[in-house]
């Protein structure tokens, strides 16, 4: 049974954007309506593969410097012990899903979305051209890319902006 019967939309950053391909792929796996339209944040077409050091197999004191760097991670959590030892071991989980996502789309088994997509990216993070563009086969219809200020957790620092910019497709989509 269909339980999306209304217009919907998916945004996932950074990890979640892996996500919501998969979700969108098995939603369209049992034939249920598309959704409107799509953004993916923060994060390389899932089928560009990177050579990155592996964080998640790193010893505590390097895995903790890692994740400083990135930002996105409160300092406090760190110096927490209790908060460390609860959170530490949920980050190392998080790194190796995506430190070790396969995605089956790389072997020519494509996914062809039915809505429009935009990508959302931080112009400080180290994200490359062709690996945003890369999202663009993940749809028949349009690709849109919006770089924002900020870094990887741009998301943080530009919500308003964000914000404005989902509101702003989602309303236009609904009026054609």
Known sequence: EDHLNGSYAFFGHSMG???IVELADKL?????R??????????RAPHIYRDEKILHK????????????????????FENRDLLAYFCP??????????NYYCKYCEGQELKL??????????KDDLTAPELAGWQGYTKFQCN????????????EQVGEVTQLINDILVERNEA
């Open 17 to 19: 954007s892996w996500l």
């Open 28 to 32: 369209k796996t049992l034939g249920c």
């Open 34 to 43: 598309a959704p409107e339209h799509i953004f993916f944040s923060g994060n």
């Open 58 to 77: 790193l010893p505590d004191d390097e895995f903790k410097e890692e994740i400083l760097r990135l930002g996105g991670t409160p300092q406090e959590l």
């Open 90 to 99: 949920v980050l190392r989980a998080d790194y190796q899903i995506v430190e």
């Open 114 to 123: 039915d809505c429009d997509i935009s990508v959302l990216n931080g112009l």
């Open 145 to 156: 890319i919006h770089h924002f200020q900020g870094g990887h957790f741009f998301i943080n």
